[in-house]
């Protein structure tokens, strides 16, 4: 016999997973990879949560353990952050390797222009933010574009398709078909920095992996130096988070 008056069972809830780290309770997200080998561990660029990767067999009872018993490591993670900034006026912020004053004045033209050491920007005063990373993304993509083709011509590479980033963990990527990301907050960076990361994925166009010929072709692409780029993405790469969060 049907029970037809039974009701359906309640949608099960499942509270969100927490860590406390520094004082704080940091939401923490579990992700399964299928290309992943092992369990790893880190803290957002932005502070703002923790990340254990496991392969698609591991179990999150265990991500959740190695977590936990990696606190200390973290809360060292979290404190090295530079603290947040607020983007209001008068504040600092890095345009191509130099910090710039934020100068808003209501009555100045709504679109963002560079002065001797600050960027001058109109306009009403909420929204002044997203104006803000608007304009810097279209920097970014301008410039991106012109070290694109650079390094595309030393190559002799045609120019592939190219989009801004907005990956929280990575500068750049070459997907299978050539097209290349990059990541808009290196606008921020010193200018090799920026062009360093263009040259690594216009290198992966020929060497779709980190071989030795591989890192052969970038030192022969990248004019500069590609390990003073690499420490300092390493050194000040999370500071490119903390303007726009």
């Known amino acids: 016999m049907i029970d037809w008056l039974r009701r359906p069972a309640a949608p099960r809830v499942v509270k969100p997973r927490t860590l406390r780290i520094g004082g704080q309770d940091l939401p923490l997200v ?10 790893t561990l880190r803290l957002s660029p932005d502070g703002s949560e923790v990340r254990v990767s496991i392969p698609a067999w591991g179990r999150v009872g265990d991500a959740e ?16 952050l530079p603290a947040q900034q607020t983007l209001e006026p008068g504040a600092p912020v890095p345009f191509r390797g130099v910090a710039r004053r934020l100068d808003w004045h209501a009555t100045a033209p709504r679109r963002p222009s560079i002065g001797e050491d600050a960027i001058i920007l109109g306009g009403p005063r909420e929204g002044l933010e997203s104006r803000l990373r608007r304009w810097l993304e279209r920097e970014a993509l301008a410039l991106l574009a012109d070290d694109l083709a650079h390094y595309c011509a ?61 890192h052969a072709e970038l030192d022969r692409l990248f004019e500069g130096n590609v390990a003073e780029a690499n420490h300092w993405l390493k050194r000040e790469g999370r500071g490119l988070y903390r303007p726009f969060g």
């Open 65 to 80: 353990a190695f977590a936990r018993d990696r606190a200390d490591w973290l809360a060292q993670q979290l404190a090295r």
């Open 30 to 39: 579990i992700r399964r990879l299928r290309q992943a080998k092992r369990m």
């Open 154 to 214: 030393r190559g002799g590479h045609p120019v592939p398709r190219l989009a801004l980033s907005r990956a929280q963990r990575r500068w750049g990527s070459c997907a299978a078909d050539g097209s290349i990301r990059i990541n808009w907050r290196l606008v921020m960076a010193p200018d090799f920095v920026r062009r360093s990361v263009v040259a690594h994925e216009v290198a992966h166009l020929r060497h779709f992996d980190h071989s030795p010929a591989f």
